[in-house]
């Protein structure tokens, strides 16, 4: 600021007072030039921090189930869900490897009642196109 | 129903929802704890469906990524027909009951 300081002889009037607006305008520029700096230097910050935060989310989200429910119950829930895109990254993250077309995986597994086991393969050799509704009770 | 791992124990990640719910269960230590929640959650919700038990290793959820829930349309030759997103946000019935239409007709 002190650079723009200099004296105008008193009778240039005019010439003083249009230097004075010249003065006043560059002051200005150069105090908006470093509050946009800081702005800048401030979302930038931010914006590294939030990218680091989803990189980290999403390695979370690609750990095994209880792994990744542990540091969940530690996270603030407005943080992940609503700071972070929590979904789409949760979308990509747990999107598998199985595509529509390939072959599905067979399983062998007791019927709750434990009254069989039920294998997909024999289901399926039957004809019997199969329903999976994977889940839990909580 | 392919009944597999928790997704909101009480001992790690309890849910409110849960708790109004009153869906209080700890993480099952065996097949047998398993058994004994998922018999608690076909008896309450009515599930009248074929449940079976995913083993304790997990392999039929990894296999398939179902956790925490999802949904899969097998066709009749053994290949995978429809593949939901994952769940909660990607679990859309009517998405598998439009593929099963197609499927079927």
Redesign the interface.
């Known amino acids: 600021m002190r650079a723009y300081r200099f004296r105008v002889p008193v009778q240039e009037n005019s010439l003083r007072k249009r230097l004075n607006i010249r003065m006043a305008f560059a002051h200005r520029t150069f105090a908006n030039r470093r509050f946009f700096k800081r702005a800048f230097r401030v979302v930038g910050v931010i914006a590294v921090v939030w990218v680091l935060a989803c990189g980290v989310l999403y390695d979370i989200m690609r750990r095994p189930?209880?792994a990744f429910?542990?540091v969940?119950?530690r996270i603030p829930g407005p943080f992940a869900f609503l700071v972070l895109p929590f979904?789409t990254l949760?979308?990509r993250a747990?999107?598998?490897?199985?595509?529509?077309?390939?072959?599905?995986?067979?399983?062998s597994?007791?019927?709750?009642d434990?009254s069989a086991t039920?294998q997909?393969?024999a289901l399926?050799?039957q004809?019997?196109?199969?329903?999976?509704?994977?889940?839990?009770?909580? | 129903?392919?009944?597999?791992?928790?997704?909101?124990?009480?001992d790690?990640?309890?849910?409110q929802s849960?708790i109004k719910d009153e869906?209080?269960?700890a993480?099952p230590k065996d097949d047998e704890e398993r058994?004994l929640?998922?018999?608690?959650?076909?008896r309450?919700?009515g599930i009248q469906?074929?449940?079976?038990?995913?083993?304790f290793g997990?392999?039929?959820?990894q296999?398939?990524?179902?956790?925490?829930?999802?949904?899969?349309?097998?066709?009749?030759?053994?290949?995978?027909?429809?593949?939901s997103?994952?769940?909660p946000?990607?679990f859309k019935s009517e998405e598998?009951g439009a593929a099963?239409a197609r499927?079927?007709n």
């Open positions: 189930p209880e429910a542990r969940m119950a979904e949760w979308m747990r999107a598998g490897h199985l595509q529509v077309g390939d072959p599905a995986p067979d399983f597994l007791i019927k709750l434990k039920v997909l393969s399926t050799a004809g019997r196109p199969a329903v999976l509704i994977f889940g839990s009770y909580t | 129903m392919v009944y597999i791992t928790e997704a909101h124990p009480s790690v990640w309890q849910m849960n869906v209080v269960f993480s058994a929640v998922a018999g608690a959650c076909v309450k919700l469906i074929p449940a079976v038990l995913d083993e997990n392999s039929t959820e296999a398939y990524t179902g956790w925490p829930d999802r949904l899969y349309l097998i066709d009749a030759t053994g290949h995978v027909a429809y593949k997103k994952p769940g946000f990607g598998l099963l499927l079927v």
